[in-house]
């Protein structure tokens, strides 16, 4: 069976519009409050009566298993037959492009507990994209132009929300630095401590998401969701996009939780760990107790551009408009770049070479009194410092090509002043000394001057 919602105006198929959070017809304009619609809509609502049947089957039989994973239904607008997999439970008709809920794919399965509704329409996710693209100095030229968004979609993405109480101890190994210098020797104290942090940790709804086909990646990263925003769900709020049926269920989301739980603890404890040179965790252990989770759809833009006959996902939160994906990088760019900063790296080094090494007292250059061995020594040098910090710069770059990195922490979703310490010890071990022979200076004839450096 498949649900439409009409409109009472005009009899068209009423969508949920996300900027005035209300059902909205696309043909009419009117608008309708979504209790309202639902009590017409169960008024006018009667059992289809129509059959249509054919007196021979075209096409082969199904073996055995062979569509599991598939359902179909027809759209009671046009009469298109609808195919999806068996996650899918809402879905856009390609004909004549109502919306359509399939109502029977919902069986066997929880009702979601909440929901988020899109507050970004599809106009804004074209629009981030575009923006996203903007400053990438090693994206191709005609990227932008040449790309085509050849998908569109706004999916209810399924997540388990998680509540729970985390208790951990962590220690850590610790350095403090203390520098001091002699006429021969420059000297380096180290201390080294033993900390230790022990408490707990309270988290609220943290998400996981329940399909195997969303990248954990992207869904990470798209994170946080406004919990403000959360609603009750209620199926009027799926019209007009697409929605997933979990296929991971909660029993398994566990793990990825207690992950992201753990990571969190560790970094709000170190967050505590203050006034060292070094930290570095010797042992960890997290513990945590959980309640039932939240079943919750989320809304998110799935966005696929093609490129040189490439595909390339971004995805888009469609409550806070944050964008994330990875963009095709032009390697000829790179070296492009690359050599240009080098360029000038080297330009700027040989300046200050030739300051260091061929001015004499009077600040006058003179070559001859360096051997042509020790120039093209000087100059191999600065051609090596400039172009690796000049492509090490232009390298850097790819970072802001890929923006789909998952935090791997919860700290988002910590319930406001829970930390709490029932120890915190900073506790001495030993101290370290290391000496450095100082540095000495050795003139020649014309001034210039050589270092040579020596250890102990």
Not at 180 to 198: A, G, K, M, W
Request: glycine share 6%.
């Amino acid at each position: 069976m498949i649900k439409e919602y009409k409109c009472p105006n005009c009899g068209g198929a009423v969508k949920f519009d996300s900027s005035s959070q209300k059902m909205k017809c696309p043909y009419c304009d009117t608008e309708f409050e979504i209790a309202a619609l639902e009590e017409y809509q169960k008024e006018i609502a009667a059992p289809a009566k129509d059959y249509f049947g054919w007196a021979e089957e075209a096409g082969e039989t199904w073996e055995a298993g062979e569509f599991d994973d598939l359902s179909s239904s027809s759209c009671p607008s046009c009469g298109a037959e609808l195919l999806g997999d068996k996650n899918t439970v809402a879905m856009v008709c390609p004909c004549c492009g109502n919306a359509q809920i399939v109502s029977q794919r919902l069986s066997g399965f929880l009702k979601p507990d909440y929901l988020i509704p899109f507050k970004r329409d599809k106009k804004a996710a074209v629009e981030a994209l575009k923006n996203f693209n903007k400053g990438k100095r090693l994206l191709p030229d005609f990227f932008t132009e040449d790309n085509h968004i050849n998908n569109i979609q706004g999916v209810y993405v399924p997540f388990w929300l998680f509540d729970a109480e985390a208790d951990g101890r962590v220690c850590y190994k610790a350095t403090k630095e203390k520098k001091r210098q002699d006429s021969s020797f420059y000297y380096t104290e180290t201390s080294f401590y033993s900390i230790v942090r022990d408490g707990s940790i309270s988290f609220e709804k943290i998400p996981v998401d329940g399909s195997e086909r969303m990248d954990d990646t992207y869904m990470d990263a798209i994170e946080p969701f406004d919990y403000k925003q959360l609603r009750e769900f209620h199926t009027s709020f799926l019209a007009g996009y697409l929605a997933e049926k979990y296929d991971v269920d909660a029993e398994k989301s566990k793990e990825r939780a207690a992950e992201r739980i753990k990571t969190s603890v560790e970094s709000e404890f170190a967050r505590s760990v203050s006034g060292y040179n070094s930290v570095k965790i010797e042992s960890s252990s997290v513990s945590v107790k959980g309640s039932k989770p939240s079943y919750a759809l989320f809304p998110v833009w799935v966005l696929n551009t093609k490129y040189k006959k490439e595909n390339y996902l971004f995805m888009m939160n469609g409550e806070s408009g944050k964008l994330v994906g990875k963009l095709p990088i032009d390697l000829r760019k790179i070296w492009k770049y690359g050599f240009i900063y080098s360029g000038i790296l080297s330009i700027i080094f040989a300046v200050l070479f030739l300051a260091a090494f061929v001015l004499d007292k009077e600040g006058i250059v003179n070559i001859g009194m360096l051997s042509a061995g020790k120039i093209l020594a000087y100059v191999l040098i600065a051609l090596v410092f400039a172009f690796a910090i000049g492509f090490g710069y232009v390298w850097s770059w790819r970072s802001s090509m890929n923006t789909a990195v998952s935090p791997g922490q919860a700290n988002a979703y910590m319930v406001s002043d829970s930390l709490d310490f029932r120890e915190k010890t900073d506790r001495f071990l030993y101290n370290t000394v290391t000496k450095t022979k100082r540095q000495t200076t050795q003139s020649y004839s014309g001034g210039a001057k050589d270092f040579s450096r020596g250890k102990y």
